[in-house]
């Protein structure tokens, strides 16, 4: 089975400068993207001044459920809440969501961060799906890491296909080795990358045509190029204009990917600040 994926941070339905709403473009975007399931962060569950200021372009349903329309099921996980509205994570499925729950992995009182566990119901199982939001600072995204690893061990069985993504801030990429190590996940953009073996290195030396000592070292030379490519980084996806920072990720555990694109420009830095990753991802048999 396939299944089309997307994460967004979607700036609360704002434009990047003036604040100028954008939901409707932003419906038609998700649209175009053609996703079964959509990962999105920074969603307006509710935002009086916006609906008060914007009456003609603002809907009056949450987001969420505008964004959903009549094409998929609709999570919402209440994250930061204030006098006028609410904001947090959602997730968009085409497949019927069994059952949704928000995690508060806040690390202080000035940013509100959650985690939004999602079960779909899809014709080949159930798949596991967190939408992440992590902080702004190194040692807050540390430990809400280690509470994302232990939600996703408590509530996913071991063998059960699971999909984590969303906005992890994390531009240094110091995450991803805790990740893939504890939840034998898989970033992405890391998926087809295969590491040359003892054997290949046997070859190397063996063939003849490389027996002479500078074709052992050409040949040597070539894998370990090939091993320092394993070191690839996420996609960058910040700002959407010109992407430089790499925050937005997917972790896959149970597929393969197919294929997995970043994006951006003019018409999408209009939209939000990040640029959204679209990947189409097979389920294992």
């Not at 990962?39 to 969420?64: I, N």
Request: aromatic letters at 8%.
């Amino acid at each position: 089975m396939k299944i089309r994926i997307a994460t967004y941070n979607i700036h609360k339905g704002v434009s990047s400068f003036g604040s100028r709403p954008r939901v409707h473009a932003l419906k038609q975007a998700l649209t175009q993207m053609e996703a079964d399931v959509f990962f999105l962060q920074e969603v307006q569950g509710r935002h009086d001044l916006h609906a008060a200021r914007h009456t003609a372009h603002w809907p009056e349903q949450s987001q969420q459920d505008f964004l959903a329309g009549d094409s998929h099921h609709a999570a919402y996980g209440m994250n930061a809440v204030y006098d006028h509205g609410h904001h947090g994570n959602a997730l968009l499925s085409r497949f019927p969501i069994g059952s949704s729950r928000n995690q508060d992995v806040s690390d202080h009182a000035y940013e509100a961060r959650g985690i939004l566990h999602c079960v779909l119901q899809t014709p080949k199982g159930d798949i596991h799906c967190y939408v992440v939001h992590l902080g702004l600072f190194g040692g807050g995204r540390k430990r809400q890491t280690a509470a994302l690893i232990e939600a996703v061990r408590s509530s996913a069985p071991p063998d059960a296909p699971v999909i984590i993504a969303g906005d992890f801030n994390d531009w240094g990429n110091r995450l991803s080795e805790m990740l893939c190590a504890r939840l034998h996940v898989t970033e992405i953009f890391d998926e087809n990358l295969s590491k040359p073996s003892i054997a290949d290195y046997m070859n190397t030396i063996t063939n003849p045509e490389s027996r002479t000592v500078p074709g052992v070292l050409s040949g040597l030379a070539a894998n370990i190029k090939a091993s320092l490519k394993l070191s690839i980084k996420p996609a960058r996806t910040f700002p959407a204009m010109l992407p430089w920072l790499r925050l937005d990720r997917i972790y896959t555990r149970g597929f393969t990917v197919e294929s997995a694109e970043v994006l951006h420009g003019p018409a999408w830095a209009k939209l939000s600040d990040h640029a959204p990753i679209v990947a189409m991802l097979e389920l294992k048999s």
